[in-house]
């Protein structure tokens, strides 16, 4: 099961960021996205399509629906310059699963 | 708060084995299971298999099975994994993760800081 994202995506602050992963039916799995700075481990900041850890702002928002992931980020700021990442579990290989990373860049 | 403290760099010649650790606080261990994931330098995450709380079974990728081992020690609340006979492309920052759910309801909610493993010559 490949999940696909793409490599970049750049934005100016105060603009909405909308980054996508790409599957197969997606949408009938639990896709959950971290944030990873440079140098830093991985943050959870989306789990279960929606939902947000605590501390997590509501800036950041996940929707899943048919074969596409989304999560948004409204109103970007330079500290949201990082890698972003979607995960899910496959059943039919019975593995957990990471798309490549997408690396925000704000302008 | 939950903190998960890993164990320092490591510098393992290939054919070697190397063990990294995982001490975790803040939450009662025995409750939930725990995952290891590792990222090569300028890549992305790979996760490398989890320890399950529910059943005490461990779970791994394919690509890894046969060389990796996954335990704890919940007297010391501490999560080891074990990887044996280093490649090269094993050089990697490893993470260890604090698990929540389990096959289709898992994710990673808490990190260790990582372990840099290089395998060189």
């Known amino acids: 099961y490949v999940l696909t994202q793409p490599p970049s995506v750049s934005m100016a602050p105060g603009e909405t960021a909308r980054i996508t992963c790409a599957g197969p039916?997606?949408?009938?799995?639990?896709v959950h996205w971290y944030q990873q700075k440079p140098g830093q481990a991985p943050d959870l900041i989306i789990f279960f399509d929606s939902s947000r850890p605590t501390g997590i702002p509501e800036r950041f928002s996940g929707s899943n629906s048919g074969n596409t992931a989304t999560l948004t980020i409204i109103r970007v700021e330079a500290g949201d310059e990082a890698d972003y990442y979607c995960q899910v579990w496959d059943g039919s290989s019975d593995q957990v699963v990471f798309g490549g990373g997408t690396r925000l860049t704000v302008l | 708060q939950v903190h998960l403290v890993q164990s320092g760099a490591e510098v393992k010649k290939p054919g070697a084995s190397v063990k990294v650790s995982c001490k975790a606080s803040g939450y009662t261990f025995s409750n939930y299971g725990v995952g290891w994931l590792r990222q090569a330098p300028g890549q992305g995450l790979e996760w490398m298999g989890w320890l399950s709380s529910n059943s005490g079974n461990a779970h791994y990728p394919r690509n890894l099975q046969g060389r990796v081992t996954m335990s704890t020690d919940k007297s010391s609340n501490t999560a080891y994994m074990e990887l044996r006979s280093l490649r090269s492309d094993d050089t990697a920052v490893y993470y260890c993760?604090?698990?929540?759910?389990?096959?289709?309801?898992?994710?990673?909610?808490?990190w260790g800081q990582g372990t840099l493993v290089t395998v060189s010559s």
């Open positions: 039916n997606i949408g009938s799995k639990s």
């Open positions: 993760a604090r698990v929540f759910g389990d096959y289709e309801l898992i994710y990673f909610d808490f």
